[in-house]
């Protein structure tokens, strides 16, 4: 879930489906996805489809001007209880804190929504100060690496429907940090289950994204964890054998979050696989996958070296120093030197 200012994205859903709505919302922050879920899903409660005529507008920042917005939410719905009016791009509006005027005395029968991406408002001013008093300002910020699992596994179980934890890891390393993709990537998955089947698994990925179940980031990660040569060798090759499927950085930041969740783990409070997995936010299974075995299989100080290794790797891979070793090869002699 996105980390938020105020109020969480779970208690706007929670208060509009009770039919509680704020005069103002100002959407903002670096991921999007809050922003145009949150805006859609207020705009329908709002409204019933046959109002919308009347009581809908939609605006752009770059188009628009304060005092125009201030005019459409001083007027009064027509034949409904309430009007909604949408401000897109609202981050591109130049007088913006004009409204803070219009929102310590807003129109009660308004619900105004203000969706400003790409970061947020300047919190010593006016205007934030009186979103925050009289409705709600909602900061929407990109997930870390580690809550994309719980993303995904949170997105399929509203479906009534359960995921493989090996199926979750392929998704999140196929399509990475951005939410929309991963929910467009999980709605597809969704319709391709056969109608009596409730659980995604891993071959249903493979299936549909092209990425092996078996030869792909976190079977690495597994294989490295327990020292397996042979299967991490296999990865490897599978790898450059199949470029399309390879994207160093992708790799490299996988590997980096392995081994410095495993440096984190020795300071978890309860040394066992769930502590250390509630230590680390994520779930049991993938601590018990990967970061436990390399706590058992690699010293404290192998493991400090093999991130120093990656850094390096990392940066030669962006032609520091310059380096023109091609990407198949730089993860092999990451791998030897992880393994040996």
């Given at each position: 879930m996105a980390k938020t200012t105020g109020p969480t994205?779970?208690?706007?859903?929670?208060?509009?489906?009770?039919?509680?709505?704020?005069?103002?919302?100002?959407?903002?922050?670096?991921?999007?996805?809050?922003?145009?879920?949150?805006?859609?899903?207020?705009?329908?409660?709002?409204?019933?489809?046959?109002?919308?005529?009347?009581?809908?507008?939609?605006?752009?920042?770059?188009?628009?001007?304060?005092n125009d917005i201030i005019s459409i939410a001083r007027q009064f719905p027509m034949m409904a209880d309430r009007r909604v009016v949408i401000v897109r791009e609202f981050q591109a509006?130049?007088?913006?804190?004009?409204?803070?005027?219009?929102?310590?005395?807003?129109?009660?029968?308004?619900?105004?929504i203000l969706c400003h991406k790409h970061g947020v408002l300047d919190g010593r001013r006016a205007l934030?100060?009186?979103?925050?008093?009289?409705?709600?300002?909602?900061?929407?910020?990109?997930?870390?690496?580690?809550?994309?699992?719980?993303?995904?596994?949170?997105?399929?179980?509203?479906?009534?429907?359960?995921i493989d934890p090996a199926a979750?890891?392929?998704?999140?390393?196929?399509?990475?940090?951005?939410?929309?993709?991963?929910?467009?990537e999980m709605d597809k998955l969704l319709m391709a289950l056969p109608q009596n089947e409730t659980r995604v698994g891993a071959a249903l990925v493979e299936e549909l994204t092209g990425m092996s179940?078996?030869?792909?980031?976190f079977e690495l990660q597994s294989a490295l964890a327990v020292r397996d040569v042979y299967k991490a060798n296999q990865i490897v090759k599978y790898f450059n054998n199949n470029p399309r499927t390879f994207a160093l950085p992708v790799t490299l930041s996988s590997l980096f979050n392995l081994f410095s969740d495993a440096l984190l783990a020795y300071f978890a409070p309860s040394q066992t696989d769930d502590g250390i997995a509630q230590f680390l936010g994520k779930s049991t299974w993938v601590a018990r996958q990967a970061v436990v075995p390399v706590?058992?299989?690699?010293?404290?100080?192998?493991?400090?070296?093999?991130?120093?290794?990656?850094?390096?790797?990392?940066?030669?891979?962006?032609?520091?120093?310059?380096?023109?070793?091609?990407?198949?090869e730089l993860l092999t002699e990451l791998v030897f030197f992880i393994l040996h």
């Open positions: 994205y779970v208690d706007i859903v929670k208060d509009v489906q009770a039919g509680t709505f704020a005069p103002v919302y100002c959407l903002m922050g670096d991921e999007d996805y809050y922003i145009d879920k949150l805006s859609q899903f207020i705009a329908e409660k709002a409204l019933k489809p046959e109002e919308r005529d009347f009581n809908y507008d939609l605006l752009y920042g770059a188009e628009t001007r304060a509006l130049s007088d913006k804190e004009m409204l803070a005027a219009y929102v310590k005395n807003p129109n009660p029968t308004t619900v105004l934030s100060g009186e979103i925050r008093k009289q409705g709600v300002l909602f900061e929407s910020k990109r997930l870390y690496d580690r809550e994309l699992p719980g993303f995904v596994t949170s997105y399929i179980q509203r479906s009534q429907k359960t979750v890891q392929m998704i999140c390393d196929h399509v990475g940090s951005d939410l929309s993709r991963l929910a467009a179940k078996d030869f792909n980031n706590r058992r299989n690699y010293s404290g100080k192998k493991v400090m070296d093999i991130i120093s290794e990656i850094r390096q790797i990392d940066a030669k891979s962006k032609g520091v120093g310059g380096c023109k070793t091609p990407p198949g």
